[in-house]
């Protein structure tokens, strides 16, 4: 196990095949018993020679018992964690803006291809819904779900709302939005709704709009990707699979397994459902409140220095979550979240 590890670990700095003299500084055996033991090691499926002559590298099988049973990550020192703090701006109050912050610093920092996956809020039912005129012609709709997620939009409107505009339409969301599973919210559904407004269709459609608009975005499951642009600097791995992955994103939620809690290490020969070869994914779940709000995480070579992104990884998760529970994240995320339309 100990000369295992050693080799993971050299090969990882070196990317070249190792031999039993570089091991020979990690344990303390001959160089003759280090190459018997890496003999077997080779013969249990752990680790493989390129060449007749060259030294050994690990095995997808390697990897696995590495990451599982042979790892011992470093605990962030108290001036990483500051830096890392720092990468994530403290006037971003938004939840998009929050974890958008920490997938680009923590591609930045593991010269990897972060993503981040949301969470589906299914059960999550509508919890308020309020116009607030903010200027001429121009209001602003804000929606609050049972998951805490709040969404706001700024609307133009072809005539200024009078104040019974207003009442009737409070009094409208009210009685057919509130207390209504996001999940069905359908065009159909919006189409009956905007018939019920009866002499106030032409005047109120266009807020209604923006309500199931913003339905959308709470429930859309869209895979955001950074730093793709690493993956295309690394020899091993094949550009044109890293295109591919581009337009097939979505598929890392089926790799995403949210049994598992804390990280979660995957390799390219665990699941066809990988597009990109000889690579690895490391993810960890956030939550809101005690509830999974999503998974962060990276893609990188196989030959990736575990001990060092785990803890990234780990870090920016366990912040994200933090940030996303705060009381007041609600009322700032009121104030950055609009949209224009």
Known sequence: MR???AVVDEYIVTGEPV????????????SATIRNEMAELEKQGYL???????GRIPTYNGYRLYVDRLIKTDPLSSEEKILLDSMIPKDEFSEEGIVKSATNALAELTKSATFVSSESPTFSVISKVEVIPTGKRMYVLLLIASNGRIKNRTCRLEIDLTQEHLDYF??????????????????????KLETALGTYLLTLSPLVQSVFDMTREITKHEVDVAGVGNLLLRS?????????????REDIRSLIDSSFSGIHVMFSDEDDGFVIGNSS???????????VAGHLGLIGPMRIDYKKVIPYVEYFAEKISELLSEDDAPALDNKNDGSEE
Do not use: C, R, W
């Open 3 to 5: 000369i295992l590890a």
């Open 170 to 191: 409070s009094n409208f969301l009210k009685e057919n939005l509130e207390g209504v599973p996001l999940n069905l919210l359908s065009e159909e559904m919006l189409s």
């Open 281 to 291: 994914i490391i993810s960890s779940e956030f939550s809101k409140n005690g509830i």
């Open 19 to 30: 031999g039993s003299k570089a091991i020979m500084k990690y344990v303390g055996a001959s």
């Open 48 to 54: 493989e020679q390129p060449h007749t002559s060259a």
């Open 236 to 248: 091993e791995i094949d550009k044109n699979e890293v295109i591919s992955f581009l337009d097939h």
